[in-house]
């Protein structure tokens, strides 16, 4: 299927690994110059160095910086982006009771505020040139909160509820705005809750996988080529008529409807 994206423009934010690596890879083999924010950009160039010289451009970004924001918000509008990946890692692991203030700020302030603004940037140039894709990379637990990860699934939570809003406001200007919902994906971040559980229980490592890969009817993790390439038809010019929607990528792990 050609997804007809030649030639269009991607921000990819927390490109450094896991599923913003993923997805900025795909996205450059299906022809997108992506910028690929991180604030470790050396890893960027070590995925991408075998990709065409420009495909992939490195970007500096501390999502946690409203300063670097503001910067890379206004001269990525300068640049001109078709395709927004807002991808942002996740708080610590933590139950909701006892959460201070200081916390819930924090982690607005990380992982909320600066998805908004930089998609509040980009959208004037998508609705003048009449494409545009907003696709936000949340979580199953914004169907389904996992216990032990309070602040994840609040601010993931409050993310949904502005994509939906954002996706009826600009459809008519030939913008899309969804999210997708990785479920178990073979990532660094899932890799390091399961070793932090591991650490809790007194399991190993293995033993909290397995456990894991029991709940899931696939009966593995995802791989992120897996999850980038729902990403990539989102942003596609097929994937038109699709907004306003959460796509679940978790090999049928979630039972809700």
Do not use: H
């Amino acid at each position: 299927m050609d997804f007809g994206l030649s030639g269009k423009t991607a921000l990819v934010l927390g490109a450094s690994r896991g599923l913003g690596a993923a997805c900025a890879r795909e996205l450059a083999l299906e022809g997108v110059t992506v910028y690929a924010a991180a604030r470790n950009t050396a890893a960027i160039a070590g995925w991408a160095a075998d990709l065409p010289a420009g495909q992939v451009v490195p970007v500096a970004l501390d999502l946690s910086d409203p300063a670097q924001v503001a910067a890379v918000s206004a001269e990525m509008a300068q640049t001109g982006i078709d395709i927004l990946i807002a991808n942002c890692g996740g708080p610590k692991a933590g139950p909701a009771t006892g959460q201070s203030t200081a916390a819930w700020q924090a982690a607005w302030e990380a992982m909320a505020l600066p998805v908004m603004a930089i998609a509040d940037a980009l959208l004037p140039g998508m609705c003048a040139r009449g494409f545009g894709r907003i696709i936000t990379i949340g979580s199953s637990g914004i169907v389904s909160p996992i216990p032990g990860l309070a602040l994840s699934n609040g601010i993931r939570g409050a993310l949904a509820g502005w994509s939906k809003t954002l996706a009826g406001e600009v459809a008519a200007q030939g913008v899309t705005v969804n999210m997708v919902l990785p479920g178990r994906i073979g990532t660094d971040r899932v890799a390091e809750l399961d070793a932090g559980r591991a650490a809790k229980t007194g399991q190993s490592v293995e033993e909290v996988a397995a456990a894991s890969r029991a709940t899931i009817p696939a009966g593995r993790y995802g791989d992120p080529a897996e999850f980038a390439a729902v990403a990539a038809f989102l942003a596609s010019a097929r994937a038109s008529y699709v907004t306003g929607s959460m796509i679940r990528v978790d090999g049928g792990m979630l039972r809700n409807l």
